[in-house]
């Protein structure tokens, strides 16, 4: 007889102490962080500085070891190097960047030796088309840097918060949308034109 | 169900018409990823529970035979995304091992501190999921704010919160800095009372002692012969912890105890007992924590390792304790820049194994507590 | 039910009904005004109480909840029956078509008709049965027909599982159910809703929990066995979330599904209401009698206000369960039934009816009898404020470490 009585016993005293609990949370503070409209400090401010974003190249401080595109296990790195041959200077003239496909492993801006290649805190880069997702960091041919005594590159500022390759794939998706606009149907840029000429 | 599964159910089951044939998974919200069981029910009642596994096998093991030594650390990540920390470690000392390099101190302590917080983490999600799965959402949710707390520290450590990719042959990648020990230190301050309260609001409810004692009793031969490990081997009452039998790192240097089930509500091996083993393994991890910080050494956290790593033919197993018990990796080198052939032992498979034995006669709700109890993880089961 | 109609009609129209020839046409009328204006009511109080719900749970497991749409998301219910409204109304392949397409409105019909002999406070029922408590579980229990249609028809052997489920529990519950109303019955004499409320106080210790040990014990099965009758966690079996994918409901969408957690939030007042004027005094207001409230317009109005309160506490404690309990297993639930809470009404019903030979209701003896009882029912709940205080303090400093800010922040701050 006393398992049984015990048994209620038992059952309802956890029951009252489980209720206390949950009943002192009504009174505690919630922990949600109410991305994205509600924060109290953007987000970019409360991730460690460490944080693995997404990732950013300064090309004017690149020496084109090309370190990183050997490390990086799957292959979303692309660096293309040439040389004037009168002038014996080497320019890079491609590095893009597959965003799509990296991981956010580390082991390339790990491995840079003038820190050119390194993870912003930008992270929200989500788009309706994976094409857009290349980042292609030169649009000309930039001179590479030379490693001198007097300045150490790895000391520079860097742009943590990914504003410049945020400002990067905005511009590269208007340009997509601008091409596309211009190989648009035949019979609708005649639309617009006869539009325009009523107009 | 196709013909060709059918094949793998006893004939006697299928002898009674009263049975039903119950597919359950892989889109089933209690079956901790995609699994698959193949329920042969009469009522409520099961006859044959046969997981199913392979919906999310990616060819990991093969992976590692394409990417350099280095280069398949951030797949390691992916072997088991609550506990990464683990796979981590245990691919990079394999690496070590065959390569021959030695670990700085403080490389180690700060791995052993990065693997513990981490599996806290993993035993916040297995306990929080059994109590989801048994029917109360809000111990799971508690749960989740705490591993918050732990995410935040490891963002702090490594720069992400789930896919570590921490650790580094040779050393670990970042080091940690005062402020990040202080943080540790402030979580556990919180979080160790917090312990009792979870227990307070849900280890001790007589309804869910009463959904888990005496569910799924697992006998410690059984667990033997079925090649279960870690919490869910020590459950049914075995003292078997890699890191006190073969201490790898610097884990000779602290003093913790092995918690094994002892019937704690109803009977030895039982799926409370399982359970209950994780929540103190976690108080245990809080005083490995308190421990590795305050003898943290300084010094080097990487050693000196050729960017382009190359092993002499060769072959070895390392193996570690992980959140789901021993995780193991065997690794042939043949002289290139990558392995030749990497084997992953994982603890989730093994598991998977005992649900035919065990769920005869358990009920439909069982099935779920056993299954959450094991705490399987689908992509360990099938890498 | 015909007095009110012709009150209203000679309030209209400001001439008797008897004369009118319209007699008929208006009870008609009237019946529909009546039946509208509870199924407002229930749909409302639906709608509005997940609202609530989801905000008071998010706040258990330290979130926000909804409160985006509308005024800290106080629309949201809205939004979501909309969207409901608009998602495509399936049906299944193989499926019994007619049983399918019927089942919602058994369970629909089977829960709003319970709502007719409910009472909101003096005076205000739309029908006071002389069965009433008995009615509303009677007409309760249509909604298992309407679940075992649906889970059968589904051609799902999930949704299977949880009708069979749902047969069983609230086979097994109607019995402690109408046998925890026992000594009510004895108290009052009378099945009638409002007769059971005029028998007890305004005051706490003339409601009939604190009459004896043994109404307090009938009190809590009643409590339970309303909770397993209204598929409310501990006993939510038959859409048992974990286990069965959504139970009865797995196969249903749109409008059809909309009915199934209508239903159950409609259920949560029934069992709030039928829990608050059984044992909780129901519409009694404290210090007033029953002579001088049903002559007042303002004290009927605050009657109504006092029933509200009451079953909007008994609403809260119920979904306060639910967010901390685990769900129990289909044999421990008939279990707990059998072994436990009908014995103990067996019991309690002994006990009652030899408490009230001995101490009868208006003696003195009895009268201090029931201010212990309530003593005792308030130390409670001191033990339970002292359990919460202890709980929040025991993480206040090292939280205030972790997270540099104050945990205090109380349920009426919204964030
Ligand atoms: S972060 Fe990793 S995956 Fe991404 S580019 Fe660098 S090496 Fe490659
Ligand atoms: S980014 Fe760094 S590692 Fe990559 S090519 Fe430039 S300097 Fe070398």
Redesign the pocket.
């Known amino acids: 007889m006393t398992p049984y009585f015990n048994a209620v016993a038992t059952t309802l005293y956890s029951i009252f102490e489980g209720m206390a609990v949950t009943t002192s949370y009504l009174f505690r503070r919630p922990s949600t962080i109410q991305y994205p409209n509600k924060l109290e400090k953007p987000l970019e401010e409360q991730l460690s500085d460490r944080y693995r974003g997404i990732?950013q190249v300064d090309t004017s401080v690149c020496i084109g070891c090309r370190i990183?595109e050997k490390?990086?296990?799957?292959d979303?790195?692309a660096i293309n190097l040439e040389k004037n041959k009168e002038t014996k200077e080497r320019f890079l003239t491609r590095f893009d960047?597959d965003i799509s496909k990296?991981?956010?492993?580390?082991?390339?801006?790990e491995n840079c030796s003038t820190c050119a290649i390194y993870h912003t805190k930008f992270f929200n880069g989500a788009t309706q088309n994976v094409d857009e997702l290349v980042v292609r960091f030169v649009d000309s041919p930039i001179v590479l840097y030379k490693h001198r005594k007097d300045s150490d590159p790895k000391t520079r500022e860097k742009d943590l918060s990914g504003v410049i390759v945020k400002q990067k794939m905005v511009k590269q998706r208007m340009k997509k949308q601008k091409t596309a606009k211009q190989e648009m149907p035949v019979n609708k840029i005649s639309k617009h034109k006869i539009k325009e000429e009523i107009l | 169900m196709p013909e060709s599964e059918l094949k793998y159910l006893k004939p006697q089951a299928l002898a009674f018409k009263e049975e039903m044939i119950l597919n359950m998974g892989p889109q089933h919200p209690s079956t901790h990823g995609v699994l698959n069981f193949l329920v042969v029910t009469d009522g409520e009642v099961i006859h044959q529970a046969l997981p199913n596994v392979g919906y999310l096998h990616r060819g990991i093991e093969k992976l590692a035979e394409q990417t350099s030594y280095t280069g398949f650390i951030?797949f390691t990540d992916r072997i088991d995304y609550l506990a990464a920390m683990f796979a981590n470690h245990v691919y990079v000392l394999a690496v070590e091992s065959l390569a021959e390099i030695e670990v700085p101190e403080r490389a180690q302590f700060l791995r052993v501190i990065a693997c513990e917080l981490n599996r806290i983490a993993s035993h916040l999600i297995s306990t929080g999921a059994l109590a989801l799965d048994i029917g109360a959402s809000t111990p799971f949710v508690h749960w989740i704010r705490e591993r918050e707390c732990i995410n935040d520290i490891m963002e702090a450590i490594c720069g992400a919160r789930l896919t570590y990719s921490y650790m580094r042959v040779g050393g670990v990648s970042r080091d940690i800095s005062q402020k990040i020990v202080d943080d540790i230190y402030k979580f556990l301050d919180h979080f160790e009372p917090i312990i009792d309260e979870y227990n307070r609001l849900i280890s001790f409810n007589e309804i869910f002692v009463r959904r888990l004692a005496d569910v799924a009793i697992i006998s410690p031969v059984d667990a033997v012969n079925f090649g279960l490990v870690g919490p869910n081997l020590r459950g049914s009452g075995i003292t078997m912890d890699i890191r006190k039998i073969i201490p790898y790192s610097v884990y000779d240097q602290f003093d913790f105890d092995i918690p094994i089930g002892k019937g704690f509500k109803g009977s030895l091996g039982d799926c409370y007992d399982r359970y209950f083993v994780r929540i103190l393994e976690i108080k245990e991890s809080c005083s490995i924590l308190r421990q590795a910080l305050s003898q943290i050494p300084k010094g080097d956290i990487k050693a000196k390792v050729k960017r382009k790593l190359k092993i002499k033919e060769n072959e070895c197993y390392a193996c570690v304790e992980s959140a789901r018990g021993e995780m193991g990796m065997y690794l042939v080198s043949d002289g290139s820049d990558r392995p030749y052939r990497l084997k992953i032992k994982t603890g989730s498979f093994t598991a998977m194994s005992i649900v035919e034995k065990v769920s005869q006669g358990l009920m439909v709700a069982d099935l779920i507590a056993l299954i959450g109890s094991l705490d399987v993880v689908a992509p360990e089961i099938d890498r | 039910m015909k007095e009110n109609a012709n009150l209203l009609f000679v309030f209209l129209f400001k001439t008797p009904i008897e004369g009118s020839g319209y007699s008929l046409a208006w009870y008609i009328l009237f019946v529909f005004i009546i039946a509208g204006a509870l199924l407002f009511f229930a749909a409302n109080f639906a709608g509005i109480t997940s609202f609530i719900e989801r905000r008071i749970a998010a706040r258990i497991q330290t979130r926000v909840g909804p409160n985006v749409v509308g005024p800290q998301g106080i629309l949201q219910w809205v939004a979501d029956g909309i969207k409901l409204l608009l998602k495509e109304d399936l049906i299944p392949d193989r499926a019994d078509q007619f049983l399918f397409r019927v089942a919602p409105y058994f369970v629909f019909s089977g829960l709003f008709a319970a709502f007719v002999a409910l009472p909101f406070g003096y005076g205000i029922v739309a029908a006071d049965l002389n069965v009433g408590v008995y009615y509303i579980f009677a007409i309760t229990s249509l909604v298992v027909v309407g679940i075992i249609m649906g889970g059968w028809s589904s051609n799902s052997k999930w949704a299977l599982f949880g009708a069979l489920r749902s047969a069983a529990q609230i086979i097994s519950y109607e019995i402690p159910t109408a046998l925890s109303l026992i000594p009510v019955i004895m108290l009052t004499g009378s099945l009638s809703t409002q007769d059971i409320i005029k028998a007890q106080g305004g005051l706490p210790w003339d409601w009939f929990v604190f009459h004896s040990p043994f109404t307090f014990v009938c009190f809590v099965v009643f409590f339970i066995s309303a909770l397993a009758e209204g598929n409310r966690i501990p006993f939510d079996l038959p859409e048992a979330e974990s286990e069965l994918v959504s139970g009865y409901n797995t196969e249903y969408s749109g409008f059809r599904f909309l009915v199934f957690p209508m239903a159950e939030w409609a259920n949560l007042w029934v069992i709030a209401a039928m829990v608050s004027l059984t044992y909780l005094g129901g519409w009694q207001v404290p210090f007033v009698s029953i002579e001088t409230l049903s002559g007042s317009l303002v004290l009927i109005f605050l009657s109504v206000a006092v029933f509200v309160i009451k079953t909007s506490i008994v609403v809260f404690i119920v979904m306060q369960l639910r967010w901390t309990l685990p769900r129990v297993r289909v044999d421990q639930m008939t279990q707990l039934c059998w072994t436990y809470l009908v014995p103990f009404c067996l019991v309690a019903i002994v006990g009652t009816m030899i408490w009230m030979l001995i101490f009868p209701w208006e003696t003195r003896v009895a009268l201090l009898l029931r201010l212990m009882m309530f003593g005792i029912g308030f130390a409670f709940c001191f033990f339970y404020v002292r359990r919460i205080r202890f709980n929040y303090f025991n993480d206040k400093t090292a939280y205030e470490n972790l997270k540099k800010k104050s945990p205090w922040y109380p349920i009426w701050r919204l964030p």
């Open positions: 990732l990183c490390t990086c296990p799957i979303c790195i960047i990296c991981m956010f492993c580390g082991l390339c801006s | 951030p």
